[in-house]
C-alpha cells in the first residue's frame, strides 16, 4: 500500500477510540486526530472523516445513570451529543486552518440515485472549498429502515460516494488476528487480506464495547461493500493517532483489505 497515491482518504473514528469507558470525550486523542489529520491535508491529501461518539457523548453530557438502551433514548443522546463533538473538531481543526462541514446521512442517500448525486456534489464542493467533510448518521431522525447499521458501514458508503482512494477504519484493535487475542495470547495478526471469504469472516468475534455497535464483524462486512466498488480499507488501531504518520511514512501496520480493481 503506497498512501501518498491515495488523494482522497476516508477516516473513520470509532466510539471507543473518541471516548473513555464513561462516554466523556477523549480531548487528547481528538486533539492528536485533527492535528494528525491537519497534516495530511498539508501534505496534499483531502480527509472526510465519518465519527461515531454523539450517543456517548450525550450520554455523559446529560449525566445518565446507565447507558440509553431505548431508541429514543440513543436518539435524544445523539441528538446532544453531536454538538459536543463537533464544537471540538471545529476548535481544534481550526488551529491548523482547517474549517470543517457537518454532514447528518441516511441509508435513503445510498438507495436514491438522484439523493446520491446530490450527496456526491455537496462533499466534492466542500473539499474543493478546502472544508474536511465530517460524516455522522443521522441518529436522532433515523428509523430502522433508513439505519446504516452502525458507522463501519456508513463509512464504507461515504467512500463510495466520495469515490475515495482508501478508508482508514480506526478502532480499539490492531487489526484482524486469526483467532480472538484476547482469549488467545498467540493470536496472529494477518497484514493483508485478497478477498474477504468465509474463512476470513470466521476469524471474526462478536460486539464492540459498550459505547460502540460495531465489532470485527460489521468491519469486515464494510470492508466487503468497499472493497466491491475498487476502494480498499485499512483497520488500524487508533489509540495512538500519531501512528498514521507511519503509514504516511511508508511503513505497514493494521490490515490492510485490497480492492476489486473496478476503480
Same mark, same amino acid.
Request: proline letters at 3%; aromatic letters at 8%; a neutral charge.
Given at each position: %500500500?503506497?498512501?501518498?497515491?491515495?488523494?482522497?482518504?476516508?477516516?473513520?473514528?470509532?466510539?471507543?477510540?473518541?471516548? !473513555?469507558?464513561?462516554?466523556?470525550?477523549?480531548?487528547?486523542?481528538?486533539?492528536?486526530?485533527?492535528?494528525?489529520?491537519?497534516?495530511?491535508?498539508?501534505?496534499?491529501?483531502?480527509?472526510? %472523516?465519518?465519527?461515531?461518539?454523539?450517543?456517548?457523548?450525550?450520554?455523559?453530557?446529560?449525566?445518565?445513570?446507565?447507558?440509553?438502551?431505548?431508541?429514543?433514548?440513543?436518539?435524544?443522546?445523539?441528538?446532544?451529543?453531536?454538538?459536543?463533538?463537533?464544537?471540538?473538531?471545529?476548535?481544534?481543526?481550526?488551529?491548523?486552518?482547517?474549517?470543517? =462541514?457537518?454532514?447528518?446521512?441516511?441509508?435513503?442517500?445510498?438507495?436514491?440515485?438522484?439523493?446520491?448525486? !446530490?450527496?456526491?456534489?455537496?462533499?466534492?464542493?466542500?473539499?474543493? @472549498?478546502?472544508?474536511?467533510?465530517?460524516?455522522?448518521?443521522?441518529?436522532?431522525?433515523?428509523?430502522?429502515?433508513?439505519?446504516?447499521?452502525?458507522?463501519?458501514?456508513?463509512?464504507?458508503?461515504? =467512500?463510495?460516494?466520495?469515490?475515495?482512494?482508501?478508508?482508514?477504519?480506526?478502532?480499539?484493535?490492531?487489526?484482524? !488476528?486469526?483467532?480472538?487475542?484476547?482469549?488467545?495470547?498467540?493470536?496472529?495478526?494477518?497484514?493483508?487480506?485478497?478477498?474477504?471469504?468465509?474463512?476470513? %469472516?470466521?476469524?471474526?468475534?462478536?460486539?464492540?464495547?459498550?459505547?460502540?455497535?460495531?465489532? @470485527?464483524?460489521?468491519?469486515?462486512?464494510?470492508?466487503?461493500?468497499?472493497?466491491?466498488?475498487?476502494?480498499?480499507?485499512?483497520? @488500524?488501531? =487508533?489509540?495512538?493517532?500519531?501512528?498514521?504518520?507511519?503509514?504516511?511514512?511508508?511503513?505497514?501496520? =493494521?490490515?490492510?483489505?485490497?480492492?476489486?480493481?473496478?476503480?
Amino acid at each position: %500500500m503506497n498512501i501518498k497515491k491515495c488523494k482522497r482518504i476516508v477516516v473513520k473514528i470509532g466510539t471507543s477510540t473518541l471516548a !473513555y469507558e464513561n462516554g466523556s470525550l477523549n480531548i487528547r486523542r481528538i486533539e492528536q486526530l485533527t492535528r494528525t489529520l491537519s497534516d495530511f491535508k498539508n501534505a496534499g491529501h483531502e480527509i472526510v %472523516m465519518v465519527s461515531s461518539g454523539a450517543v456517548g457523548s450525550g450520554y455523559a453530557r446529560l449525566a445518565l445513570r446507565k447507558y440509553p438502551s431505548s431508541l429514543t433514548e440513543k436518539q435524544a443522546c445523539a441528538a446532544v451529543g453531536q454538538i459536543q463533538l463537533m464544537k471540538l473538531y471545529e476548535n481544534f481543526f481550526a488551529e491548523y486552518g482547517h474549517p470543517i =462541514g457537518q454532514i447528518l446521512m441516511t441509508k435513503d442517500v445510498i438507495d436514491n440515485p438522484k439523493r446520491f448525486e !446530490y450527496a456526491r456534489g455537496t462533499f466534492n464542493r466542500l473539499i474543493e @472549498m478546502g472544508c474536511v467533510p465530517i460524516v455522522n448518521e443521522n441518529d436522532p431522525l433515523s428509523i430502522e429502515e433508513l439505519k446504516f447499521g452502525g458507522n463501519d458501514t456508513l463509512s464504507a458508503y461515504v =467512500g463510495i460516494v466520495c469515490d475515495a482512494d482508501l478508508i482508514i477504519n480506526l478502532s480499539d484493535i490492531d487489526g484482524l !488476528y486469526d483467532s480472538d487475542p484476547k482469549s488467545n495470547p498467540n493470536a496472529k495478526l494477518i497484514d493483508r487480506v485478497e478477498e474477504i471469504a468465509d474463512e476470513v %469472516m470466521s476469524f471474526a468475534g462478536g460486539a464492540g464495547s459498550k459505547l460502540g455497535t460495531g465489532g @470485527m464483524v460489521t468491519k469486515l462486512k464494510a470492508a466487503r461493500i468497499a472493497a466491491g466498488s475498487g476502494i480498499p480499507m485499512l483497520i @488500524m488501531n =487508533g489509540s495512538d493517532p500519531f501512528r498514521l504518520y507511519e503509514i504516511l511514512d511508508g511503513k505497514h501496520i =493494521g490490515t490492510y483489505f485490497a480492492a476489486k480493481r473496478t476503480k
